[in-house]
């Protein structure tokens, strides 16, 4: 039947061309559906920034070694033999000067975030000149390195935006010692930007560290090629150490956030139980208040089908209409937003929220699925509207 | 059944059922309308008037016995059947016109083209003709809150005759408009019949308005009572 669709359309315009009679009933579920659609996206995009950041840390070049067993730098320990015996390993890139291995110390020091005033948690990295060597996209863009042996040190890019005080030429107090910023540092983006870093001898000193490390990152002789290396630790019984390359480390760390995600669905859905009573209620009050032209199109000879799709059409099209502001909304408002959360180690990763299409699609899937119940009920009594309502005594 | 036989009931009854009481409107009503006829259908309030048209256009179903038009019977269709068949054979006017709020004057004539395969040049002419049929021509583009009760009418009478529907039912059309419009929209139905070879049914409270029509039943409890006047 060709004309099917043509009603279908019909009834369709004539339901949106009655809205004005339901103006804040309407606008009201737009809203609802709006603001549960933000809501989610605001979480997504959240574990989306969080992940991004997190992955795009990792090179597969280089190989980050921890003690067995520990999950993240903060609670590994590592000795000096430790270091030179992984220097002698197969599988490590050499250079004139010799292996490529950075040895490296992670601390915890306190800082005032701008945003809430409140103390957090910010790494302090200390490294040596091969360290800082390996992370090929770390560039200064402000002021100068760190000289070895003293109490200097240069900021992340993301510290510098999300904390107080860490200006170049700022001297700030950790515990007894005095630093003194010298330079800011970028690298991309990535999870770097959110520490501190500074000579490795001082702050094994500072800390009582003695000789020891936390974990030694090492340039692969082969691109991702870590088999030679866990293959030489293997049989050293005095290397009780776990290889892995910088890029999977990142990536199982990127994925800690992803409860944030699901946790936004959950809280979405919630929400949209909510959204969808008050949706519910519209749409019924919608055939109610159409029910004269309901049942006089279907003495015209419109089928009760027509007024099915009618009706579920309007649903739709105000749900995903507050489906669309509520995108516009969280993209205006969170698209790029700076946060910082804690990391894998209890410190403060810094990222950005980052809006991407998969999760607008979700956001339309999400608004399409509320219009959809919303209107499926209501939608059922339009169908079955007797046509004699039409004769009813009562314009 | 003859040729100039339209519609015909035959031992219809219909009752509704009100908790536990059964309420009984007709019982063995029977009555049969010829091609070309003008019926006014009168009696008092709450007699079955408004049942009995509903049942004859398809949008009630009687309780008991056989309602046929033009060799089909109606009363055992399914839903979507009869809805077709309405959108086919009958135009519906109403007391209190059923216009399209949100639609003006044209669309709302255009309506019942809408289930038709017509193009959309061919639906503006007939919808053109239906309008100019009916003297409102100049209001096409008007909508109902712009029009008086008998414009709305009028529109009304266009739509339903854009279709070409063999039988026009009509409950009360003049039930809420002042005489002199009543009497025009009577002479436009008379004229639908006369010239334009409609058959009509129509339901009223008004003697004046029955005068119209080519002859009158009069319903009371239940039956049609022996004062058929053939004009
Ligand atoms: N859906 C229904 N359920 C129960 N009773 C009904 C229903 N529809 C009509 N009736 C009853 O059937 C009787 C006939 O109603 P109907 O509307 O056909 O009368 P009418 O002759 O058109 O009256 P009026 O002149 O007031 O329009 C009335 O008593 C009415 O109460
Ligand atoms: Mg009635």
Redesign the pocket.
Known sequence: MGSLIAQIVSVTLMNLGSLRRRLWMSLAMVLASAVVVAILLAFLAMAKGFEETMRGAGSSQIAILMREGSSTELNSVILQDQVNLIGESAGVARDANGPLVSPELYVIVDGIKKSSGTEANIPLRGLNKTGMDMRTNMQLVEGRMFTPGTNEMVVGAGVLREFNGFEIGKEVRFGKNLWKVVGVFSTGGNIFESELWADIKTIQSHYNRGNSYQSIRTKLQNDSDIKPLQDSIEREPRLNLEVQTEQEYFASQGKQLQYIATFGWIISAVMALGALAGALNTMYTSVADRAKEIATLRALGFSNFSAFCGTIAEAMVLAVTGGLLGSLAAFVFFDGLNTSTLGGSFTQVVFSFEMSPDLFLQGAILALAIGFVSGFFPAWRAARMPV?VAFR?AA | MSEDVLFQLKNVSKN?V?GKEK?S?FDDLNMTIDRGDFVAIM?P???????LLNMLGGVDQPSGGEVWFDGTRIDSLSEGALTRWRAENIGFIFQFYNLMPMLNAQRNVELPLMLTKLSKAQRRKNVETALALVGLSDRAKHMSSEMSGGQQQRVAIARAIVSDPKLILCDEPTGDLDRATADEILEMLQLLNRDHGKTIVM?T?DPAAAKYAKRTLHLDKGQFVQREIVA
């Not at chain 2, 309030?45 to 049942?51: D, E």
Request: aromatic share 6%; no cysteine.
């Open positions: 004699i005594h | 509704f009100k309420i409107i009696g309030s709450g007699s079955g008037k408004t049942t339901v409270h």
